[in-house]
């Protein structure tokens, strides 16, 4: 069995999620394929994730191809989360996992006040509604003149896929969906026209191309699909995959034949790669087992109770720090720093630190170092989206 250095993983899975320098690209449709789709639960997100993966990004970029072209679509699939995916993608994640959270989404109905028969009533009601339009939950409910929890149903919709979450009301910060759709939204999508074994394959097999090598753990954990149904799909896939040991790190590992030799190939820069990920970010979020980039004494200030990661620096490929954005008395970036870091290093994250809270408020920001946090596992829920609270 084949051994390979970390560092030099941590170098080929930048390279494939575009963090490097070199692999940077304007091509939003490239980096969403290549990431395996953007995190949405955050509405801001998907935005920093592709800022931070490109050279010239500016946020109508995304809304174009989210909203006009629609090369890009938001459904609910891996783990139950809300992601960015490319048309291309959406009909193999959707059948793939939709089994699981559909499931759901009908018990939360129910807790809602939503019987079978109110649901098939109510249901059709908002399909004539939205026909040729979109709307938000809001307008919906207040069309349907009705108490009943309106949001309970429009995501069992999407996740039925009858639905499709569009163009916030009020910008790249608002969490507040239109709903269209999903036939005229997406005319050319067939959701059915693949079975769930071929659409688990291909999705694992996608997600090895975005963050292998892995284990069958992480795998599991990013599909979402369980250890069963992940063996079955690797062994669908056996010939395109070889196993291989990563140095200090413990167990096996599931690598692409295709990357083996990108590894070899890859070299290492002269200078020192830096990001600021966003909460949520693709890279952090691919992985179950997170010793590869994170050394376990600082695991409670990256990942809450839930394995959510809130927003970190990366060095190299390695979570070195976390940040944090406040608008409260002028924009500031907030910066905590696990270690002393070399003046070098340092310019360059406060560079980086720069650039990204210009991003989010459209001016110049102040940056400040902390020098302490409240460890994520202490926190309530939703904690990740705000670490240096208090700083």
């Known amino acids: 069995m084949k051994n390979f250095n970390l560092n030099a993983i941590n170098r080929l899975v930048l390279l494939k999620q575009h963090l490097t320098d070199d692999s940077k690209t304007d091509d939003i449709i490239q980096i969403v394929k290549?990431?395996?789709?953007?995190?949405?639960?955050?509405?801001?997100?998907?935005?920093?994730?592709?800022?931070?993966?490109?050279?010239?990004?500016?946020?109508?970029?995304?809304?174009?191809?989210?909203?006009?072209?629609?090369?890009?679509g938001k459904i609910r699939c891996m783990r139950g989360t809300l992601h960015i995916l490319t048309k291309e993608l959406i009909p193999i994640a959707y059948t793939a996992t939709k089994e699981t959270w559909e499931k759901l989404s009908k018990r939360y109905a129910e807790f809602r006040g939503f019987s079978s028969e109110k649901y098939t009533e109510v249901s059709k009601s908002i399909l004539n509604i939205l026909k040729g339009r979109e709307m938000t939950a809001s307008e919906i409910k207040k069309t349907l003149k009705t108490q009943l929890d309106v949001s309970a149903i429009l995501y069992l919709m999407c996740d039925q896929g009858l639905l499709v979450r569009s163009r916030p009301k009020k910008g790249w910060k608002d969490r507040n969906h239109k709903y269209s759709l999903f036939h005229e939204h997406f005319p050319n999508i067939?959701?059915?026209?693949?079975?769930?074994?071929?659409?688990?394959?291909?999705?694992?097999?996608?997600?090895?191309?975005?963050?292998?090598?892995?284990?069958?753990?992480?795998?599991?954990?990013?599909?979402?699909?369980g250890k069963t149904k992940v063996q079955e799909a690797l062994n669908n896939i056996q010939k395109q995959i070889v196993r291989v040991k990563i140095s200090n790190l413990k167990g096996y590992f599931v690598l692409l034949h295709s990357d083996e030799n990108l590894i070899k190939n890859t070299g290492f820069?002269?200078?020192?790669?830096?990001?600021?990920?966003?909460?949520?970010?693709?890279?952090?979020?691919?992985?179950?087992?997170?010793?590869?980039?994170?050394?376990?004494?600082?695991?409670?200030?990256?990942?809450?109770?839930?394995?959510?990661a809130t927003s970190t620096i990366l060095l190299d490929g390695r979570v070195v720090g976390v940040w944090d954005f406040t608008e409260d008395a002028g924009p500031l970036v907030?910066?905590?720093?696990?270690?002393?870091?070399?003046?070098?290093?340092?310019?360059?994250?406060h560079l980086e630190a720069e650039k990204t809270g210009e991003f989010i408020a459209d001016k110049r920001v102040q940056i400040k170092e902390c020098t302490a946090m409240v460890p994520l596992t202490s926190r309530t829920a939703g904690g990740v989206m705000s670490p240096l609270k208090g700083c």
């Open 34 to 72: 290549d990431t395996g789709g953007l995190h949405a639960t955050s509405a801001t997100g998907p935005y920093l994730s592709l800022f931070v993966r490109t050279r010239n990004f500016v946020k109508e970029y995304l809304d174009e191809e989210l909203y006009v072209k629609r090369n890009l």
């Open 190 to 225: 067939d959701l059915t026209k693949m079975n769930e074994i071929e659409a688990r394959t291909i999705l694992v097999q996608q997600y090895l191309s975005s963050f292998g090598p892995v284990t069958e753990n992480d795998t599991a954990w990013w599909t979402g699909l």
């Open 269 to 308: 820069p002269e200078k020192r790669t830096v990001n600021l990920l966003p909460s949520l970010d693709p890279y952090l979020m691919g992985y179950k087992e997170r010793e590869r980039y994170l050394h376990p004494k600082h695991y409670d200030k990256v990942f809450d109770r839930s394995g959510n």
């Open 334 to 349: 907030k910066l905590f720093l696990f270690e002393t870091m070399e003046q070098n290093v340092l310019r360059k994250i």
